[in-house]
């Protein structure tokens, strides 16, 4: 039958297909092992669903356009091992604790903000990434800014903390079966009550002189680029630090301020020449912006991690400048400048 023949009362609409939680293009598709395993369930729920619709073409079709998006995402997915990170440092898939809250850096899929789960995408996950147990900076929030203290950082999950809700994460944020494999003498542990008087958080103290913290982040893209920087394809900032030695470049920068000198580094952004990322740094982190630095040399730069193109660059001013670690440990990376 035609639908010139079909009734106005007789037609049914076949319900908008909801889209899947938001991710970037061209960004990787990062989700822990529960968020993939949550997938899969997903998958055969929806599976048989589809066989009970039998032939109701609407429900069917309904639920076939959901499928078609989950299999999508389900063979874009990369899980990450969490057994090679670093096990103080924040990165995808660990368990933060910061202000008294209790949070999980997970895929966008996965993200609950009620359970206190963060899509490594948001705001707060990315500025927490990168981070250790210790470390105090600012950010930017809704209602203005919030300082972070970060104070605890794990690859086992944290309970009987507070999530950005308040609210209790415990049995919400593990999985059934974490719960089954962590044991304590045998026994299951109990998850902690959280008393129902919200506690009072108190406001950490920003370190009375600001220092460089050189930046490390992770979900970022990085250039690829020849010996002679010419750019040949990108890749994330937790790949190229994986010990398989792609090239990308850096930057180096000495500014000689009266009888001091400090060092600072950053990483080529993906898009900007050296010249560029340096004209931005400066005026992000140091407030300079009519200086212009010197390009004195460039050469690779090679470490058991990663395999750099270091562009080196000196400047003098009069202006202060913040203070750079003195650590062995740090001069080191500048060694061959």
Not at 90 to 108: E, H, K, L, M, P
Not at 139 to 159: D, L
Not at 216 to 224: G, V
Not at 253 to 264: A, F, K, P, Q
Request: glycine share 6%; proline share 6%; with cysteine.
């Amino acid at each position: 039958m035609s639908r010139g023949f079909i009734k106005e009362g007789d037609q049914e609409e076949i319900p908008m297909v909801p889209p899947r939680a938001h991710l970037p293009k061209g960004m990787p598709n990062y989700v822990t092992r529960e968020g993939l395993d949550a997938l899969l369930k997903e998958r055969r729920d929806l599976e048989n669903q589809r066989a009970e619709a039998g032939d109701n073409y609407i429900v069917g079709n309904f639920i076939d356009a959901k499928l078609k998006l989950l299999v999508d995402r389900i063979n874009s997915a990369v899980e990450i091992d969490l057994s090679r990170a670093s096990k103080d440092v924040v990165s995808f898939g660990a368990w933060v604790r910061y202000n008294d809250r209790t949070v999980r850096i997970v895929g966008v899929d996965e993200a609950d903000l009620q359970k206190g789960l963060l899509s490594f995408i948001s705001p707060v996950a990315k500025a927490l990434i990168g981070k250790k147990a210790g470390d105090v900076f600012e950010i930017v929030v809704p209602k203005g800014k919030e300082i972070i203290n970060v104070q605890e950082v794990s690859f086992e999950p944290m309970i009987g903390d507070r999530n950005l809700c308040d609210r209790s994460v415990g049995d919400k944020v593990l999985s059934d079966r974490r719960l089954d494999d962590r044991k304590l003498g045998g026994r299951t542990p109990q998850i902690p009550q959280i008393p129902e008087t919200p506690q009072t958080l108190q406001t950490p103290k920003i370190p009375e002189t600001p220092s460089f913290v050189p930046e490390a982040k992770i979900m970022e893209f990085l250039p690829l680029v020849n010996d002679r920087g010419i750019i040949v394809g990108r890749a994330l900032y937790l790949e190229l630090h994986k010990g398989n030695k792609i090239l990308h470049p850096s930057i180096h920068l000495h500014v000689s301020n009266g009888d001091s000198t400090e060092r600072y580094w950053w990483h080529v952004a993906f898009g900007e020449t050296p010249e560029k990322t340096l004209k931005r740094k400066l005026q992000e982190t140091l407030g300079l912006s009519d200086v212009n630095p010197k390009l004195k040399r460039q050469y690779i730069r090679e470490t058991k991690l990663e395999k750099e193109l270091v562009y080196v660059f000196k400047l003098t001013t009069d202006v202060e400048v913040l203070e750079t670690p003195r650590t062995k440990e740090y001069l080191e990376i500048f060694s061959k400048d």
